[in-house]
């Protein structure tokens, strides 16, 4: 019996080697084009009259970054929280398909609220770069820097009540669902609220979130490697990209190690 | 993997609705109506607990039925 597992097994290795290889011939001519490419880019100037410019761009105007996304996060988050007050007046607690319609929605604004915290500590730490770069200029006038500041505290503000309604809004239409937004173990008292299935949700979406996460991680390995050898941008974004890539194996590994010696 | 149930119609002979009979078994009204549409196969355990509350046997109300594939 082992024999013919055997076998199976080097049939199976056996027939996915070759598209396995050509994946690899692939990739290796594939990267020596792109960085060909951004060399000849680099030659011509193309970097210093497009990406440059555009970086340095982003970097003057994420001043102002998270007074936009606080505005934007606001309207949007009220102009969803309103609606589904709404259709909850008007739910008679049967209807499947309002139920399933507000969910929905409560979850579009905790993606927007989630997207929005992300980009905020990216502006921040773009906001405090261009001050610094820039210190002389912006020692002259107050104002965007008072802009940067009432920005960042204003969305971090936002968001947090943003959150704290949606959640308390999803456990008046899910009485089952606990936890307070402010409990540091909030996320593991909500996950042991959540029944099999929705576990079964949480569990299928994480392991989504994981595999999403290992590829952005090569793809950004890759991009690290073209930034140290045409922008200079030194060793720092290959160890961050390192370390986060190292933490997500690691800890779905020993996780399944643990999980397997329970059962 | 096609899990064909009757959970509608014995929900109706006793008069509970799906909130009631999610607090019944212990899960969300969400997961009973995922039930009883065939979105989600409950657990063994789940399949139990839904067959004590109408005193009836799990196959009474759930049904394994082969795909036409297979």
Known sequence: ?263 | MPLYNHLKEYRAKINVNQQEMGALVGVSRQTISQIERGDYSPSVTLALKIARVFDSKVEDIFEYQEDQDE
């Not at chain 1, 952005?216 to 200079?232: P, Q, R």
């Open chain 1, 1 to 263: 019996m082992n024999s013919s597992i055997q076998t199976e097994i080097k049939r199976e290795d056996k027939k996915k080697l070759k598209g396995f290889i050509l994946i690899l011939i692939a990739s290796f001519f594939g990267g020596g084009f792109l960085g060909g490419a951004i060399a000849i880019c680099d030659n011509i100037g193309i970097v210093d009259t497009v990406v440059k410019p555009v970086l340095e761009a982003f970097l003057r105007w994420s001043v102002y970054g998270n007074f936009a996304i606080m505005v934007i996060t606001l309207v949007s988050v009220c102009m969803i929280y309103m609606n589904v007050k709404g259709m909850l007046k008007e739910w008679d607690q049967e209807d499947d398909i309002v139920f399933s319609k507000m969910n929905y929605r409560l979850s579009i604004g905790l993606l927007i609220t989630t997207i929005a915290q992300i980009l905020s500590f990216c502006f921040f730490s773009a906001g405090i770069l261009e001050m610094e770069r820039n210190a002389d200029l912006y020692k002259n006038t107050m104002i965007p820097g008072a802009i940067f500041w009432i920005g960042f505290i204003g969305v971090l503000i936002v968001i947090t009540i943003s959150q704290q309604k949606i959640v308390n809004l999803t456990k008046v239409i899910c009485p089952e669902k606990k936890g307070s937004i402010y409990d540091k173990d909030f996320q593991k008292k909500w996950l042991e609220s959540c029944d099999e299935a929705e576990k079964a949700i949480v569990y299928e979406s994480s392991y989504s979130a994981y595999k999403a996460v290992i590829k952005a991680c090569m793809t950004l390995w890759i991009i690290s490697v073209l930034g140290i050898m045409f922008f200079e941008s030194g060793i720092y974004p290959t160890i961050v990209i390192t370390v986060i890539w190292m933490c997500a194996n690691v800890t779905y590994c020993v996780k399944s190690m643990r999980m397997e010696k329970k059962h």
